[in-house]
């Protein structure tokens, strides 16, 4: 039942015209989950895994935990969303399908941050500063939700409705994702904590905002408070 | 209901889910239990295939159901139009039966592909239905598209932007292609 097929990884990565043909055809789709499961498990982790090198120690596997968990969660709570907003702009797709294309594109995400990973270890082992090493890890994310909104795309096809349907769909996730990863920080750990908790706790304002601060403190504009 | 409360009630789902997969799935002990395993925190995303053991391969994929909601929205579309007369129920009815016999096909193809076999001819058999499937999925898919294009000409047409002989060439199209499949689809 349960398989990883890795052959299916290339084609994640090189026809994803063809993944998301299968996903609409409803083709073969237990495999494709099963593979799309195990390489957003593993992409993740070790994105997560490099990402918490910058502070080292229990943060380390700490972070490998949480970044999957947070994009399998994010996925889990879109699905109704994504099916709902296909069947409004005239794609009645199914459950399964909509599941299957959800997976397939966390799955060719996944691929791109552990491809990205080697350079974000770079900028740590650089001595990265702590805002750099956050904005380059949003950079990363950006990267592979483009690869991953790519595969959405070449699903939804051209007729009408599509970019809407796209756009809907990056909202939904844009703010689904966010939160879900927001709730379940840090995965970096913040310089000024002599020990990083597990969980955030206290209030810090949105997503937005935390990414906004860190790129004025990249380029070197000071905070007004 | 807080994020303790929110785990609980997913896991317990997660528990329900898992033993649905176990009992329902009929692979080897070990594959069905790693399944079940699976299905405890990831059962919002792996219930839906765990449950579904066997492919839908009877009934029609995604795509006929699309084109034959999209048949619909063109014969609406049409009222009112010169091409009200081309585009009525009866013919999209008709269509309709096309795509479905071109769908049905597809399963059968599907079934013979899940046949297992490591020699030469299946791989050469294997090649060859792949050819095949592609070739009728592409067909399905591009008459969607048509469909699709069909219905915003047929809004452009009522708004006097499109000749309907512009019109009348896609309807022609999506008719050729379909009729190209009847052959084989009917062998």
Redesign the interface.
């Known amino acids: 039942?349960?398989g990883f097929d890795a052959s299916l990884l290339g084609a994640l990565l090189r026809e994803p015209g063809e993944v998301s043909?299968r996903c609409?055809?409803?083709?073969?789709?237990?495999p494709l989950?099963?593979t799309s499961?195990g390489t957003i498990a593993c992409g993740c982790a070790v994105f997560g895994a490099v990402v918490g090198c910058f502070r080292g120690g229990t943060q380390i596997p700490f972070a490998a935990l949480k970044m999957p968990v947070a994009r399998?969660a994010a996925?889990?709570?879109c699905?109704p969303a994504f099916h709902a907003l296909a069947a409004v702009f005239?794609?009645?797709?199914?459950?399964?399908?909509v599941?299957?294309l959800?997976?397939a594109a966390g799955a060719r995400a996944s691929l791109v941050l552990l491809a990205l990973a080697p350079v974000l270890w770079l900028v740590i082992d650089r001595n990265g500063r702590y805002d750099a090493v956050k904005v380059c890890a949003a950079l990363a994310y950006a990267f592979a939700g483009l690869a991953a909104l790519w595969l959405v795309l070449r699903a939804l096809?051209?007729?009408?409705g599509s970019t809407i349907t796209a756009a809907g769909f990056v909202a939904v996730f844009l703010a689904v994702g966010g939160q879900t990863a927001w709730?379940l920080r840090p995965y970096i750990g913040e310089p000024s904590d002599a020990v990083v908790p597990l969980f955030v706790s206290r209030q810090e304002g949105g997503v937005a905002d935390a990414l906004a601060r860190s790129a004025r403190a990249v380029v070197g504009v000071s905070e007004r408070r | 209901m807080n994020l303790r409360d929110l785990v609980i009630v997913h896991g317990l789902i997660g528990a329900a889910c898992a033993v649905a997969v176990y009992r329902q799935t009929t692979s080897t002990r070990r594959a069905r239990l790693a399944s079940a395993l699976v299905t405890v925190p990831l059962w919002p995303l792996w219930a839906p295939f765990a449950l579904a053991s066997r492919e839908r391969s009877n009934q029609s994929p995604a795509v006929a159901a699309r084109i034959e909601a999209l048949l619909r929205v063109v014969v609406e579309a049409a009222q009112g139009t010169s091409l009200e007369t081309v585009l009525t129920r009866s013919a999209a009815r008709h269509l309709g039966a096309q795509v479905r016999r071109v769908a049905a096909r597809l399963a059968a193809i599907d079934e013979l592909s899940s046949g297992t076999g490591t020699t030469a001819r299946h791989a050469d058999a294997h090649a060859r239905l792949a050819a095949l499937r592609a070739r009728h999925a592409d067909a399905l898919h591009e008459i969607a598209e048509l469909l699709d294009a069909l219905t915003t000409q047929l809004g452009l047409l009522r708004l006097g932007e499109l000749p309907p002989d512009a019109v009348a060439e896609t309807i022609a199209e999506i008719r050729s292609r379909l009729d190209a499949l009847e052959p084989v689809s009917g062998a």
Do not use: H
């Not at chain 1, 609409?24 to 237990?30: C, T």
């Not at chain 1, 096809?157 to 009408?160: C, D, I, N, Q, T």
């Open positions: 039942m349960i043909r609409v055809d409803e083709r073969d789709l237990a989950a099963a499961l399998l996925l889990a709570i699905g005239g794609r009645p797709w199914s459950l399964r399908t599941v299957a959800g997976l096809g051209r007729g009408s709730i």
